[in-house]
């Protein structure tokens, strides 16, 4: 496969996982945010906020690869 074809596909996947992991940190923090202090929601939204970067390393690594 090219890199023009892997980088095509691997937005397509990028934009899926985005669009569902953001569906269950936002259902995750609906029903979590009401029941924990203000010092575990700050926490909730760091872990939130970065958690989504680690799983697409191979994705990313695999989408510049060369050929």
């Not at 496969?1 to 923090?29: D, Q, S």
């Not at 760091?46 to 690869?65: K, Y």
Request: glycine letters at 8%.
């Amino acid at each position: 496969m090219n890199m023009r074809a892997r980088k095509a596909l691997g937005c397509l996947v990028l934009l899926g996982y985005l669009a569902l992991y953001a569906a269950v940190a936002a259902t995750l923090g609906a029903y979590l945010l009401p029941l924990l202090p203000g010092w575990a929601e700050l926490i909730f939204f760091v872990v939130a906020g970065i958690a989504w970067v680690a799983p697409l390393r191979p994705l990313f690594a695999w989408m510049n690869r060369d050929s």
